[in-house]
C-alpha cells in the first residue's frame, strides 16, 4: 500500500513539473526593470531561440504613461549564459549585454546605445 500512494504522490507532483531540457532555456517572457531617462521602470522582455540558436525577441518598457516596444537581435549564435543582443526602439538602437542565471529563472544586463554609453541597468526574472 505505501508503495501505491509513494507512486501516486510522484506522478502527481511531478505531472506538470517542466523537464530539465524545458528549463536550461532562455525562451520565455521576463518581467523586470531597466534604467531609462533618468529611472528605473517596468520593463518586459521575451527571447526565443531561432532554428540557427541565436536568441531574438521583444521587449517594452514603461515610458511617460505608456508603453514602448522595441526588437532584440543576436548577431550571431552563442553558446552558454552570456549574451550581446542588439536593442531597437523608437529611441534609437544599441548593445544588451546580459547573463543568465545557471537555471535561466533570471538574467542581470547592461545596455547602452550606438555612442557606447550610457552602462544602464536591464534585468528580468521569469514570470
Not at 505505501?2 to 506522478?11: E, G, P, Y
Not at 517596468?42 to 531561440?49: D, L, P, R, Y
Request: glycine fraction near 12%.
Amino acid at each position: 500500500m505505501k508503495t501505491v500512494i509513494l507512486a501516486l504522490v510522484l506522478s502527481l507532483t511531478g505531472a506538470n513539473a517542466p523537464s530539465p531540457k524545458q528549463e536550461a532555456t532562455a525562451t520565455g517572457q521576463y518581467c523586470g526593470r531597466l534604467w531609462s531617462n533618468g529611472n528605473l521602470v517596468q520593463a518586459n522582455t521575451e527571447f526565443k531561440t531561432e532554428g540557427d540558436g541565436r536568441l531574438t525577441g521583444t521587449y517594452e518598457f514603461a515610458d511617460i504613461g505608456t508603453m514602448t516596444a522595441g526588437t532584440l537581435s543576436e548577431p550571431a549564435a552563442v553558446t552558454g549564459l552570456d549574451h550581446t543582443l542588439d536593442w531597437q526602439d523608437k529611441y534609437g538602437s544599441g548593445k544588451l549585454t546580459i547573463t543568465f542565471k545557471p537555471d535561466y529563472s533570471g538574467f542581470t544586463g547592461k545596455w547602452r546605445d550606438q555612442s557606447g554609453s550610457p552602462n544602464e541597468l536591464w534585468d528580468g526574472v521569469r514570470c
